[in-house]
């Protein structure tokens, strides 16, 4: 197949960016073979991240396979937010003698996209990061163990966590699912149909685990320390008072230009 052909059948399947995913699609594929495979798993309806094995996230690849919850860009906001909060908390270091590690930990990893990009990003400052990583899905924590260097866990949230890392962690990112459940039925298929029904599912009003997350990260936080999770605009209100009234101070950042909203809970 040449690129025109490629183009057709995707864009005759209804893929919007037809063009550019044809691009990914030939420079990925190894033969002939391998292509035309790929364009029917994609013209099938399989997410485009799924069929290439990879996905980008805040300008690097990451693994991914069949059922992992594909990071989506507007989440490179939350990253945006958590690497200022931890650059704030590092400057206030400075000159200190012995200053310990910045413990984060991220739930619900998926990928390990959103650890792996605050972890960069503050290596890249010299800040010394101890990242923690849990997911209850096997097919998450087989696919972050590939993206990350560090510790990942399979289990329940908090569940699998050293207890040693109690009131240590400074930085607690949780990209919980949050689509009410009456409403996973009208999600692009992509999604709905291809990954995993428990990274998508937040309960009757999308907030079932942000409650429970909410619950137990005052016991995790080091004083001062932040929680961060992403929403929709319309639950934020609601999310943020989940937050306060576990004791945490929260407040509700907003990109127009991500479409994205992110709550921070400070202990």
Known sequence: MDRDVVVRRLRTAGCVFAED???????NAGTAADLDAAVARRVAGEPLEYVLGWAEFAGRRFAIEPGVFVPRHRTEFLVDQAVALARDMAG??????????????????????????????????????DLYATDIEPAAVRCARRNLADAVFRGDLFEPLPLTLRSRVRILTANVPYVPTAAIAMMPPEARDHEARVTLDGGSDGLAVLRRVAATAPRWLSPGGHLLVETSERQAEKAAEVMSGRGLAARIATSDEAASTVVIGTS
């Open 92 to 129: 206030a270091w400075a000159g200190v003698p012995s200053v310990p590690s910045m413990v984060v930990v991220d739930l619900c990893c998926g990928s390990g996209a959103i650890g792996a990009a605050v972890t960069a990003a503050l290596s890249g400052d010299g800040t010394n990061v």
């Open 21 to 27: 995913e044809a691009e990914l699609l030939l420079s």
